[in-house]
């Protein structure tokens, strides 16, 4: 029974960091409607920098002194992002926002390796807390007992700034209607600016008083966000009161679900997550969002299938990349059929994203479930090539349908935090579950037969199939069903009043979606020869993204350019630098601010520009003479 | 002069919304500006403020030019804004909303207080911790001109007061107007009901499509019955 209370409070002692990290997300997001990937970072930050201050100085004020500053510090340094970046951004598509903050994230954490090394560092134990006290037998640290007091007392001077003071009540009137806070004389830039700063400062509060009970290392961000976004969308975005209940939940969940499922506790979280979804859609404690902002995807040009002289050009270009092995070595080959695998993963998320509406920040689950997919059954069952690539995506499709039943039930910042959730979850089980997946090691191995075995023959059959698969996802945008997807995408209201069942069209997107990525995981998993946790991982997921945006997210042929773009210059990039995170957020961040438009969609407008007479034009300058 | 606009072109996306729009208030007077439904009136107001982001032409208030200013800067300047919809801030109380409309103290406009404010619109007193939300329309409606006072604004721009409302509730609301005219507060109020503005108004303008048609004191518009047929009657 002891051991259980100590569980317990465990437990609780883990949800006062969650609650920190996910209160300030919260905090931020119900004023600037920004889901701030970022989030994390900041965390990681407020650790590394409360251990170099609290080595620094000494004594308990310097250990108590340094946590705060540390968080100060880091609050600063998020005021700067925000003047800096996010107020730039602000009107700008949820998914951007998404990725200029995940951008920063994959700076931070390559400016953390830069300043403070690749090792896990250990912090001091806090002075007054350094002993444990027993209870029936059974140890808990005193400093677990300081944080568990702490989490309550951090929820009511929350609330109390929230309900008692002038700051509070502008920021709850701004949450509701920003604009008219601006009608009532209230400068919003400066309003965000400090919410910002606060909602930063929790967040490094929370990584700063991890550094007695916890390494710190520089992969904490991505761990922290992922249970973060668990936490807000169990406990409802926006909400306080919710990030606390659901940051003690998944605690409690995460301490007795270790004693239940000893390899693979995340699942339990999981169970919860998708229960509190299907009862509450918008979380314990939120309220639904009407959908304020439209996803990308809503072009100015309208999309049209291929002239037949524009078919003809992606012909000859076909040609000209299957000529490829007349000129190419060995690694041009391999760097080539890595592209075209690309392509194909690009492909298959601008069909989610694009045409759908729905930007998933988790597709490399299904790459990497595909991947797998080859791998149990090469191995396993010892099936021959053939039948492995045609049934190893099917695991991704399976996992596509599990995982996008409940993902399609929400839409825009939720979706993509579900999605990523997901992924994430995955990731965990072919990380921890080594008995099956070989953990860390991967399964190894994986070599094609003869027939495809040479490096040419291996480029060819990913060149066809990728080829196929484009074709296929084109037929597929240009069908009825495709219309209906687009429909569902431009006004879910409108769509469902035709007669289109919204929610099953976005799913089979997400079906159809998740099944071609596991083509490209399949064929990457003979191309790489073995298969990794990192093949489902979040930076793969990032990657595709990115592929779509710099392509295009706008356009239909983007993602095919965009993933040859961005391959190849991140395979270059990796053998040219080791900081290839900062360069890579750097350029994310750039696309965003910069070129939102994309690669395709810059040449799109270009020849429209260069059609003096053309339809837009003419609608622009007219005067309508409608009011209101 | 109060406010003086002039030349004011107004667009939502390609739409061009307002055709060299031209008014003006002078110190302390209630100006009423007619239409019907589309005809501009919300759009002008929201332009004067700045919440319409593409506009050109020139706005000056006591006498400096606000037309570039930033939404905030127009309204501390004193410059209030009611707008039609009302948004109320439906999950804070009666005070907080009150609160968010605070403003400092001017020097050339009426000092307004919550219990100032709370003897204005008595219905609000007996609500004082009750959230927007749960509110009547005439209740939410006297809460936005209460919240906008706390602004302590020389000039007002109402918009529709009385729509939607019960006639108790728009005989109190001509009571408010009337009480803010005589604490030496100018009104630009929006309307389509002829009745309720001629009972507050000193002069109208009358605006269709997007243009003003019509500008004069009220006998003005009563010896003009062709106007108002042509441009008010439902």
Request: with cysteine; hydrophobic share 55%.
């Amino acid at each position: 029974m002891a051991f259980y209370v100590v569980q317990f409070l465990t437990g609780l002692a883990s949800a006062a960091s969650l609650f920190l990290v996910a209160s300030g997300l919260s905090i931020i997001f119900g004023v600037t409607r920004i889901v701030n990937f970022a989030h994390g970072a900041f965390y990681m930050l407020g650790a590394y920098i409360a251990f170099t201050l609290t080595e620094q100085f000494s004594g308990a004020l310097g250990f108590w002194g340094g946590i705060v500053v540390a968080a100060a510090i880091v609050a600063l340094a998020g005021v700067l992002v925000e003047i800096v970046l996010l107020r730039r951004i602000y009107h700008s598509p949820e998914l951007f926002q998404l990725l200029a903050t995940f951008g920063l994230t994959l700076m931070v954490e390559d400016l953390v390796v830069l300043i403070w090394g690749p090792d896990d560092l250990l912090g001091r134990r806090a002075p007054g807390f350094k002993g444990a006290i027993d209870f029936f037998g059974q140890n808990i640290p005193s400093y677990d007992l300081f944080l568990i007091v702490l989490g309550p007392v951090v929820l009511a001077i929350l609330w109390l700034l929230f309900q008692r003071t002038r700051w509070g009540i502008l920021v709850r009137a701004a949450t509701q209607d920003r604009d008219m806070v601006a009608a009532l004389g209230v400068n919003q830039k400066w309003l965000f600016t400090s919410v910002f700063a606060v909602g930063v400062f929790l967040a490094a509060l929370g990584g700063a008083l991890q550094i007695p009970r916890d390494a710190v290392h520089h992969a904490m961000d991505l761990r922290v966000i992922v249970e973060v976004f668990v936490v807000v969308v169990i406990g409802g975005l926006g909400s306080i009161v919710g990030a606390f209940v659901a940051a003690v939940l998944v605690s409690e969940l995460n301490a007795f679900g270790i004693l239940i499922f000893p390899k693979i506790s995340i699942i339990l979280v999981f169970l919860v997550m998708a229960v509190v979804l299907i009862i509450r859609p918008w979380g314990l404690f939120g309220k639904a969002e009407a959908p304020a902002r439209r996803t990308p995807g809503l072009t100015v040009n309208p999309w049209r299938p291929l002239t037949s002289g524009e078919r003809l050009a992606a012909l000859a270009a076909l040609a000209v990349a299957a000529a490829l092995p007349l000129v190419g070595g060995n690694y041009a080959l391999t760097v080539g059929a890595e592209i075209a695998i690309f392509v194909i993963f690009a492909a298959s998320l601008h069909f989610l994203m694009s045409v759908g509406g729905l930007a998933s920040f988790g597709h490399a689950a299904y790459f990497g479930l595909g991947a797998y997919g080859v791998a149990f059954l090469a191995k396993m069952a010892g099936l021959p090539m053939i039948l492995c690539l045609l049934l190893g995506p099917l695991l991704g499709c399976v996992g596509a349908a599990v995982f996008g039943f409940f993902a399609v039930q929400l839409s825009g910042v939720y979706f993509a935090m579900l999605t990523l959730a997901f992924a994430q979850i995955v990731w965990s089980i072919a990380f921890q579950w080594v008995a099956v997946t070989g953990g860390d090691n991967g399964i190894l191995g994986l070599w094609p037969e003869s027939w495809a075995a040479s490096p040419s023959h291996f480029y060819w059959l990913s060149l066809g199939i990728a080829a196929a698969s484009v074709i296929a996802l084109r037929i597929a945008i240009f069908s009825p069903f495709g219309y209906a997807l687009r429909a569902t995408r431009d006004s879910l209201l409108r769509s469902e009043a035709v007669g289109i069942d919204a929610k099953r069209i976005q799913w089979t997107a997400f079906v159809i979606a998740g099944t071609v990525a596991g083509v490209a995981g399949a064929l990457f998993a003979y191309l790489k020869g073995s298969v990794f946790p990192d093949n489902l991982g979040i930076s793969l997921s990032v990657d595709a993204l990115v592929m779509v945006l710099l392509g295009g997210v706008e356009t239909v042929s983007g993602p095919v350019i965009g993933a040859i773009v961005y391959k190849a210059l991140n395979i270059w990039l990796v053998s040219q630098t080791d900081l290839s995170k900062l360069v890579l957020g750097a350029f994310i961040v750039v696309i965003v601010v910069v070129f939102p438009k994309g690669i395709v969609g810059m040449l799109e407008a270009f020849t429209q520009r260069r059609r003096p007479s053309s339809a837009k034009s003419s609608l622009v300058t007219s005067p309508i003479e409608s009011a209101e | 002069m109060k406010l003086s606009v002039q030349d004011l072109n107004s667009f939502y996306g390609p739409a061009h919304i307002l055709f060299d729009i031209a008014l003006e208030v002078g110190e302390g007077e209630v100006v009423a500006l007619l239409g019907r439904n589309g005809a501009g009136k919300s759009t002008t107001f929201r332009s004067i403020v700045g919440l319409v982001e593409q506009r050109s032409g020139r706005i000056e208030f006591e006498g400096r030019d606000v037309s570039n200013k930033p939404t905030h800067e127009i309204v501390r300047d004193g410059l209030g804004y009611v707008p039609e919809e009302r948004r109320i801030f439906t999950d804070l109380t009666v005070e907080e909303n009150l609160e968010v409309g605070r403003q400092p103290k001017r020097p050339n406009a009426p000092h307004w207080t919550r219990e100032k404010l709370f003897d204005l619109f008595p219905n609000l007193s007996e609500m004082r911790n009750r959230p927007g939300g749960r509110m009547s329309g005439g209740e939410q409606q006297m809460l936005t001109i209460a919240r906008t006072l706390m602004g302590n604004p020389s000039l007002v721009l109402l918009d529709e007061p009385s729509e939607g409302l019960s006639p108790k509730i728009v005989e109190q609301m001509v009571d408010a107007i009337l009480t803010m005219k005589k604490e030496g507060v100018s009104i630009v109020v929006s309307e389509q009901n002829l009745h309720f503005a001629r009972l507050i108004s000193d002069r109208a303008y009358i605006i269709e499509r997007g243009r003003i048609c019509f500008g004069g004191t009220m006998s003005e518009l009563d010896a003009r019955p062709d106007v108002r047929d042509a441009h008010l009657s439902l």
